[in-house]
């Protein structure tokens, strides 16, 4: 039994259903698609976490300029 790019298998009952299935033919179990990590997810953890450190830093020499300077 060979399986075809346009075909996959059952992860429960191991039968071919297509591959755009959300249910198997043969067994009628749920098939989910494996959810794929986007690198965007951890870009825009690092952009947050940028930009919250520029904002500390700004607060902080702020801070320093208006307690030893002034």
Not at 23 to 36: D, T
Request: hydrophobic residues 45%; charged residues 20%.
């Amino acid at each position: 039994m060979t399986v075809d790019t346009k075909t996959s298998l059952c992860p429960l009952c191991k039968e071919i259903v297509a591959v755009g299935a959300s249910r198997c033919k043969h067994c009628h179990a749920e098939i989910s698609a494996p959810k794929k990590k986007f690198i965007s997810d951890k870009l825009n953890n690092f952009k947050a976490g940028f930009y919250a450190g520029v904002l500390l830093t700004l607060i902080l020499v702020l801070f320093f300029y208006y307690k030893f300077i002034l």
